[in-house]
């Protein structure tokens, strides 16, 4: 993920790569994600001064930002998702390659009937791609309901970029 310094010395994450100026790439893998603090912020920008803190406001912000990213692109796809339990398990059994979004506070056994749907058809050879998906509260705003725990959308190349943001999302929150 690129980071974007402001003139305040502030680190603001910059997920859709726009931001004016010079920025540094946070490696997204969770060993990278555990060591983010005031330090490797400092030494990415050596010449700037950074405000202190930016550790912890990071995280938080690349939080907020990973969220309305994972909105967004959900949103985008809206017409060709299905969700709710019953109709994403259907789907997997008559789609040929599907992403599920999982909601992070969904429940266990829905989560638990989910990943037993999943495995059965990657032993059927048929692959399928699972996501954690911040909250279902957002992601049934995006279907006008009051909450959605899952969700599958037909693999594409925007659901590619929706699973990179949401597997993102997982690995900063430290889910699965």
Do not use: N
């Not at 017409?79 to 008559?94: E, S």
């Not at 693999?155 to 993102?168: D, E, G, I, V």
């Amino acid at each position: 993920m690129r980071l974007a310094l402001d003139d305040e010395g502030e680190v603001w994450p910059d997920v859709l790569q726009k931001a004016q100026g010079r920025g540094t790439y946070l490696c997204m893998q969770q060993r990278c994600l555990q060591g983010l603090g005031d330090k490797q912020m400092k030494a990415a920008w050596r010449r700037q001064r950074i405000a202190s803190g930016q550790g912890v406001l990071l995280q938080e912000r690349m939080a907020v930002a990973l969220s309305a990213v994972c909105r967004q692109y959900l949103s985008q796809q809206r017409a060709t998702t299905t969700y709710g339990r019953d109709a994403v398990l259907r789907r997997l059994w008559h789609e040929p390659a599907v992403l599920v979004l999982l909601a992070t506070d969904a429940g266990a056994a829905l989560v638990r009937q989910i990943d037993a749907a999943v495995e059965k058809r990657h032993t059927a050879g048929t692959k399928v791609m699972t996501a954690p998906f911040p909250s279902s509260a957002l992601m049934g705003g995006v279907f006008d309901r009051e909450d959605v725990s899952v969700a599958a959308v037909d693999m594409s190349p925007m659901a590619r970029k929706l699973l990179k943001f949401c597997t993102w999302y997982g690995r900063l929150k430290g889910l699965r």
